[in-house]
């Protein structure tokens, strides 16, 4: 009776001890997700009275502001698309195209740094680089006799917006998708050969179907990452590109455009398209994690 009384508090510490280590997770979940996130939601169905009102979420189906919309759909994607497509040849090509082992260490650790290189730095590394005077252009044009710029591209557009994205949405797709490669089985492969199957045979009816979920909830992800970026569009195009965290911006903080609770409500807007889009990605992920068990 007495071992029990005695084990009692020393339960209870490990918990408070458990608790406390991840305490600053939570209070800081709080204080920049759940909190903004709530107010966010309260304001979009408010005036700047403070009165109840649904004309936020009303004009947010006026055309300038679905034409916003629509184009982050349209940048996030195709950058998705392209992230993932070049991901999945590169994560392929390190785990299963037997590459050296430096290259493939080489090849995350630079993922990983990539991945989060995004914001004023990027913009600033492509406009120096495919600017109207950036290396490649005036590379381009002085050795080769090549004016990039006479074709029609524009860094400043849709199509530099998305390859600008690409740049961090490539490695993520690598850093993601690695793993699920490397639980690829080897006797999967090695059953498909014994019983006759080629090498597109088992890509296209064993190994495709158990990544699809991985695949393709990878790139939702990636959608969903594109979608919410705002400094690196607002500092390599301005107001340009009529994109939705732009014009966000101009509503809450502009000084021509100044409506906070519309800007709530865009807010809205892009909370539920990326929850939407997270929420699929993760019942994806557990779909595959069975899988590969």
């Given amino acids: 009776m007495t071992t029990t009384t005695a084990a009692v508090p020393l339960i ?4 408070i ?3 406390l280590g991840i305490a600053p997770f939570m209070i800081f979940a709080l204080m920049f997700l759940i909190v903004p996130t709530l107010y966010l939601v309260t304001g979009a169905f408010l005036t700047p009275e403070g009165e109840l009102t649904f004309k936020n979420i009303a004009d947010l189906f006026t055309p300038s502001i679905l034409s916003a919309y629509w184009i982050s759909i349209r940048v996030s994607v195709a950058s998705s698309l392209g992230g993932a497509l070049i991901g999945f040849f590169l994560a392929w090509a390190i785990v299963l195209g037997g590459v050296p082992t430096w290259v493939r260490s080489g ?10 290189f995004a914001g004023v730095p990027l913009a600033f590394a492509f406009l120096a680089t495919l600017g109207r005077t950036g290396l490649v252009t005036v590379f381009l044009r002085d050795w080769f006799g090549f004016n990039l710029y006479s074709t029609g591209f524009n860094l400043l557009s ?13 490695p993520l797709m690598v850093l993601i998708l690695t793993p699920a490669l490397d639980g690829m089985k080897k006797e999967w492969r090695e059953a498909s050969e014994i019983l006759g199957a080629s090498t597109w045979q088992y890509w296209r009816m064993v190994a495709l179907p158990i990544l699809w979920p991985s695949l393709l909830g ?6 969903a990452n594109a979608f919410g970026a705002i ?3 607002y500092a390599l195009t301005g107001s340009s590109l009529n994109i939705v965290p732009i014009l966000l911006y101009a509503q809450i903080r502009g000084d021509v455009l100044h409506n906070p609770n519309l800007g709530y409500a865009l ?8 929850g939407i889009s997270n929420i699929l990605y993760i019942w994806l992920r557990m779909r595959a994690e069975r899988w590969q068990k």
């Avoid at 209870?12 to 918990?15: H, I």
């Avoid at 849709?158 to 490539?170: A, E, K, R």
């Avoid at 990878?218 to 959608?223: K, M």
């Fill in 17 to 19: 001890i458990d608790w």
């Fill in 158 to 170: 849709f199509f530099g917006l998305t390859i600008t994205y690409m740049y961090f949405q490539i």
């Fill in 107 to 116: 090849l995350l650790t630079f993922s990983g740094v990539a991945s989060n």
């Fill in 231 to 233: 400094a690196t569009a």
């Fill in 267 to 274: 807010a809205l807007g892009m909370i539920v398209i990326t």
């Fill in 12 to 15: 209870s510490k490990r918990a």
């Fill in 218 to 223: 990878t790139t939702l992800l990636l959608f």
